[in-house]
């Protein structure tokens, strides 16, 4: 990952959200297999991402849409898996949720920042429409970041010809 504080968010989340499923009675205990799986998938993209195989010759892809895809790829695995049962949606979904936490507090505090920055009065927004800007933030913030990797990207494939 991009540090080993990552990987650890990551791997207590996954410990948290096993051992909340189990002490939850309203919840279907999921397969401590599962469980195994996500740890296993975050660990071989840690793996990856520190051997630099990540994104060599390819279109760069941030670390966080990694362990998502990884998420999802362990989701279709155990649903695709006859010997384990399916574990509940809610389960990936918790997971999932931890890791677009940064992102958001990260653009939560960009617009602060633009907010001080242009001196602008945003009391009268109702919460809904600040969350949409929010929104459009992270996403626009998300688009540029994958705008300069990718050309920082083509200036390292050029280095290499």
Do not use: C
């Not at 051992?19 to 009675?25: E, G, L, R, V």
């Not at 397969?31 to 296993?40: A, C, G, I, T």
């Not at 990856?48 to 998502?68: E, H, Y």
């Not at 997971?95 to 602060?112: D, N, V, Y």
């Amino acid at each position: 990952m991009a540090n080993g504080k990552l990987l650890n968010v990551l791997l207590n989340t996954i410990n948290k959200v096993q051992t909340n499923n189990q002490a939850n009675p309203n919840e279907e205990t999921a397969d401590p297999s599962v469980f195994d799986l996500l740890r296993n998938k975050v660990q071989e993209l840690d793996n990856r991402n520190r051997d630099k195989q990540v994104a060599k010759g390819k279109d760069p892809v941030s670390v966080l849409d990694l362990i998502k895809n990884g998420i999802e790829h362990v989701k279709d695995k155990n649903s695709a898996d006859p010997n384990v049962k399916t574990a509940p949606s809610a389960i990936f979904d918790r997971i999932k949720q931890r890791i677009e936490e940064r992102p958001q507090r990260r653009a939560s505090k960009g617009l602060k920042k633009i907010v001080q920055e242009y001196n602008l009065d945003v009391s009268r927004l109702s919460p809904q429409a600040l969350e949409q800007i929010q929104g459009q933030y992270l996403n626009d913030q998300k688009r540029l970041n994958q705008q300069y990797a990718q050309a920082i990207n083509q200036l390292i494939q050029n280095q290499r010809s």
